[in-house]
């Protein structure tokens, strides 16, 4: 056994295990310290580096979970994905939940619509992506391009009406998910709800004489951002910043997409 580590979203304090116990029916048992099972185990996670189990059973004196998720394949990609749980614990709680179907709770609801605005995608399309949060990068790469060609078209079509405002944030989207794509491509995780990561993200990974492009797109995309919500952009001011915006984000596909 190499490592087993347990991670309880709703109480930063370190679970105790009392007892542990690895059968050779490929079903590991699991004890926890009575003073542990007094909260409601709605969620429940277990990272393992056992890669033969077949199951996990949670003893507890007085409740048993509702949930147990298990991930053995890939644990590095599990722990890389738990830095999550210092930063923005609530994403972390939101996307277990997602992916094991729990229900959310209003705060969860609350935390998911925050992500859509912030990242300019549908909340469907974000809560599809954080049920798969601890999934390879490159894996998902072809998700993202379908994502990004979805908001960049819905962008288009959106200007096109004339609905500048719906426009911004389709494009912005088309933005966030083309990093991802690119992150995916590399297979980096980004948080792509956080500026600073995916600049984080251009600096670290990105080729030097490209970067610029990149953060520009970033910047101007911001701007249209900022005018879906505020409308702060008069017509003239919006046609001009949305041809450029539109022009930088074509140069970055063809690093990207590679056409």
Known sequence: MSELQLIYPEDKTAPHFEGLRYSTSRELRLSLHSHYTHASLELLLIASGLHDLAKVVIEA??????????TTEKIERLHEVSTLVGEWPEVFRLAYRLR???RLAEDDRLCL????????????????????IDVDPSARAERYRELHEKYFREALEFEAKGDDKQASEKLWGAITALIKLYAAEKGVFVAHWSRGRMESFITNNIKPHYRKLFRDLLDKGATLHEHFYEAHLDEATFEERWNELVDLLEK?????LRI
């Open 113 to 132: 619509r925050e992500l859509s605005e912030a990242t300019g995608w549908d909340p469907e399309d974000v809560a599809e992506d954080l049920a798969e």
């Open 100 to 102: 094991a179907g729990v």
């Open 61 to 70: 004196p007085t409740s048993r979970p509702r949930l147990v998720f298990l």
């Open 252 to 256: 970055a596909r063809e690093i990207v």
